[in-house]
Every structure is written in C-alpha cells, then in structure tokens.
C-alpha cells in the first residue's frame, strides 16, 4: 500500500513527536540521577534521594511503553546477585529480629540492586556517563568545602584530632567522609588521563588535591590506609602499560607520605596501642583485649575477637541478615564498654550475619566486579571505558580495604557504590553490545 504526502507528513510528526518525549523522558531520568549522584553523601536529605530513586524507575517503564524496545544485556552478576538474596532471605529463619532482617534486606540489598539495574539501563550514551561523573566532582568540591569550614569552625588542627571534619556526611565523626573521599579520588586521578584538555586537567588536579585534603582531616586511619592501598594498585597498573615516569611520581608520594604519617603517628597523638601478637590475640579473651578504658583500635581488636568467637560456635549459622544485630547477640553487662552495634567489619560481619556460606557468596560477588572490571581494562582502548575500569577497579579496592575496618557497607556509602558500578558496567558492557546489535 502507498502512503500519501499527507499519511506521510503524518506519520514523520508522530516519530518527531515520540522521539521528543524519549528525549524528555531520558533527560528527566538524568536529572534525577544528576541530583542523586549529588546529595548521596549529605545528610538529611532521605526524601529527595527517595524522589532521585524511584522517580528515574517510573519513567524508564514508561519510555518501555512508549518504544516496545525491552532488549536486555546481561551484566554477568545475576546470579551473583540472585543468590546472595536468596541467602539473606534465608536467615529469616534464624534471625534473632526477623523484622529488622526483612528491613535491611529491603534497604541495604534490594534498593541497591534496583538503583544498579535503573542506572544500568538509563544510560544510553557515553556524554551521560561523563555527565554524572562531572556532577559528582562538583558535589565532591561542594562537600570538601564545607569540611574546610566545619573544620576551621570548630577550631581543628591539621596535625591532631581534637576535631575530625566529616563534611556533609558526619561532621565530627569523619568516618563515612572519609570512604566517600576514598570512593570519588580514583576517579579524579584516573580522569588526568582520560580528560585531555589543559583546563580539565588543572581543574582535576586541583580537586584530586582539595579532596585529599579533606581525606586527612577526617583523620580517619582505615581511610588513610585504604588510600595507601589504592596507590599501591595505581603504580602496578600504571607500570603494566608501561607508564614509567607515573608509576615513580606516585612510588614517591607513597614513600614520603608514608614516611611523614609513620613519624607523626597518623598525626594522631593517641596512635600508639600494644596491639597483641596473633598468638597472644587468640589467647586473650575479648574484654582482656578491650581493657577499662577501650580506645578504637582495641575496641575493634575486642569486637572482632567477640564475633568469631560466636561464629566459631557454629559457622554456618546465621543471626540474620543486618548490621545492627551484633549487639543484641553478644552484649552483656562485661563488655558494654567496647561491643557496638556493629562488628566494625564487613567480611566477619557478614560471616556472623548470614554464616561462611553467606560471606563465601559474598566474596564471590565482590570477585565478580573486580573481574568484569579488570577484564574491561585488559581489552578496552584509550577512551572511556578503560578510564571507568581503572577507576572502578581503584575505588573498589579502597572501598573493601575500608571496609576491613568499619561496617560501612551499607546506607548512601552502597548506593553511591552501586550508582557508580552500574554507570561503568553500562559504558563497558551494555552500549558496546546495544551498538553490535544495532
């Protein structure tokens, strides 16, 4: 059948028409995630991160509707992802709050893995990406100041903790501000070789510069060392492509900021702990580790003998899914002093929270995004993929040495981690893959 100029005309308007509300509903959708990828590491901001959440889902089912197009590229994490639920799920059974469980199961894993699939599936072109990056240096730059501020406020000095910055996180605490500067400096180091004009790169390097500076003041140890770590993998990254005179720059910076945090103890006056040998540690009971007067080191020392010693009990079972129910297992009228909420480790919590099975597949998941990365560093060219894989596989890398000391696994410190996974995950592996097919 032939179409008239009119039934033409007509039909050239309705493709213009639809493809005007695609392009609203994909800039509607960016905006929320601008707006997320912004006020994630400030506080108080529950609703307008729910709205930046959930709204971005909306409309993606109605772009879905809209196009018919419902064409999916796996990520390689499904089953990663699909069991780990099912083994937080599982410690329903067992757990000591089922109802605090079933909470946390919805906040700290469901919501996560849906904002990673909604981010995943939002981006349809390499500019969004670099966009979201882009906003996410500003609100780095945004939060860095404000610990400035907060810092100079509250009369801090930059070589003791009398006052530790936390930024727009946790002023005074600086724990969580610290994994988030952790979290943005891979990304802000790595963008010196990616972006290529000469005022991207002077603005990159004076926020790589700005955030380190903020890092130090939160006075944070576990972030300091987890920076020390990234740099470690950023030489042998550097040196595998046979970037010489980089990797010496930064063996450098690690030797004398090494040498500097070693003889100024962490510039922490308190920095000196008897911590115990491994033979003695093993010996001692939890309370004779903590002492009367517990400071953080020995609390964390104290807590992690406490919870392996429960799991040790039984190693496959589980207390259930959730951060908080340590406490409520092992705190008594003895160790109050030192046992938190937390075990104040993400690797012994999970193996008290859901059994060794549980952090077996945990560690199988956290091994399945440091291989999808590394695999995309190995084949990628020079352009954005490869500067997303160096970057992801840097931040992760802190973010789990971080981890190591802290249950910071969780709240807007997972959500950023997802949200940035999920941004490499779509330039690496979906918009190649939609192109081939194309």
């Not at 943005?184 to 955030?211: A, D, E, H, M, T």
């Not at 004398?256 to 540690?281: C, G, N, Q, W």
């Not at 002492?291 to 589980?318: C, D, Q, Y």
């Amino acid at each position: 059948m032939r179409l008239t100029g009119a039934q033409v005309t007509e039909k050239s308007f309705a493709t213009m028409e639809g493809d005007r509300r695609i392009l609203w509903i994909d800039n509607a959708i960016m905006f929320c995630l601008g707006i997320l990828i912004f006020i994630l590491p400030v506080a108080h901001t529950a609703t307008i991160r729910s709205l930046a959440l959930f709204m971005p889902i909306i409309l993606l089912i109605l772009r879905y509707f809209l196009t018919k197009n419902l064409a999916w590229v796996r990520t390689s994490f499904e089953w990663q992802f699909l069991a780990f639920f099912t083994i937080a799920v599982a410690s329903l059974i067992t757990s000591v709050d089922p109802r605090l469980s079933l909470k946390e199961i919805w906040g700290e894993l469901i919501t996560p893995i849906i904002l990673f699939y909604m981010v995943y599936l939002s981006i349809k072109k390499e500019s969004s990406a670099v966009l979201l990056l882009k906003i996410l240096f500003l609100g780095s730059l945004v939060f860095s100041v404000y610990s400035f501020y907060d810092f100079q406020k509250h009369g801090g000095s930059w070589t003791g903790d009398d006052y530790r910055a936390g930024g727009l996180r946790d002023p005074g605490g600086g724990e969580v501000a610290g994994l988030y500067h952790i979290m943005v400096i891979p990304f802000l180091f790595w963008g010196l070789f990616y972006f290529k004009k000469l005022r991207q790169r002077i603005g990159i390097s004076v926020l790589l510069i700005v955030n380190m500076a903020a890092l130090h003041i939160t006075f944070t140890r576990a972030a300091v060392v987890a920076l020390w770590v990234q740099a470690v993998l950023i030489i042998a990254l550097l040196l595998s492509e046979k970037r010489w005179i980089w990797g010496f720059l930064i063996a450098v910076f690690i030797l004398t900021a090494t040498l500097v945090y070693a003889e100024r103890k962490m510039f922490r006056s308190d920095h000196a702990y008897r911590i115990p040998s491994f033979r003695e540690y093993l010996k001692m009971t939890p309370e004779q580790i903590a002492g009367p007067a517990a400071k953080a080191v020995e609390k964390r020392l104290a807590m992690w003998k406490t919870a392996i010693e429960k799991i040790s009990e039984n190693p496959f079972h589980a207390h259930g899914y959730g951060r908080f129910l340590f406490a409520k297992v092992v705190r008594n009228e003895k160790n109050e002093h030192f046992i938190y909420p937390q075990v104040h480790n993400t690797f012994i919590g999970m193996a008290f929270e859901l059994g060794v099975q549980g952090l077996i597949i945990f560690l199988w998941m956290i091994g399945a995004f440091i291989w999808a990365c590394l695999k995309y560093w190995k084949e990628s060219s020079e352009n954005l993929s490869r500067y997303l894989s160096a970057a992801l596989l840097t931040m992760m890398c802190g973010y789990w040495v971080n981890n190591f000391f802290g249950s910071f696994d969780g709240d807007d410190s997972k959500l950023l981690f997802m949200l940035l996974l999920a941004m490499g995950m779509a330039v690496m592996n979906k918009l190649p893959k939609e192109k081939m097919v194309k």
